[in-house]
């Protein structure tokens, strides 16, 4: 899947393969948005080829969240890949993220 990023639109993949658009309440997602679309503490798991940022449940692994199989095949590879993404994931837009999430990629 590739995501065009000049609809503007981000995505939550979830563990059954389903993909619903979402958008941020105003211009960006706020904290507690991200934390209600991957159902606990938002971790930043990488910045895809598309640009986009991928989000998912930093305690997902700890709490035994099923593996999201679509979102790990779609945008890792190597090491993060073989760890695998759990839990509901959410896929930013650049455009709907604080810029304190840019930085860290």
Not at 33 to 48: H, I, W
Not at 56 to 83: D, F, I, V
Request: aromatic share 10%; net charge negative.
């Amino acid at each position: 899947m590739t995501v065009d990023r000049t609809d503007n639109l981000s995505f939550i993949i979830k563990t059954t393969g389903e993909i619903v658009p979402a958008m941020p309440d105003d211009e960006e997602f706020s904290p507690s948005q991200l934390r209600d679309y991957v159902a606990g503490p938002p971790e930043l798991v990488c910045k895809t080829r598309d640009g986009f940022f991928l989000f998912h449940n930093k305690e997902g692994k700890a709490r035994g969240l099923p593996a999201n199989e679509l979102a790990t095949s779609m945008y890792l590879s190597g090491q993060q890949k073989a760890e695998g993404v759990v839990g509901r994931v959410l896929l930013a837009h650049p455009d709907h993220i604080p810029a304190f999430w840019k930085v860290v990629f």
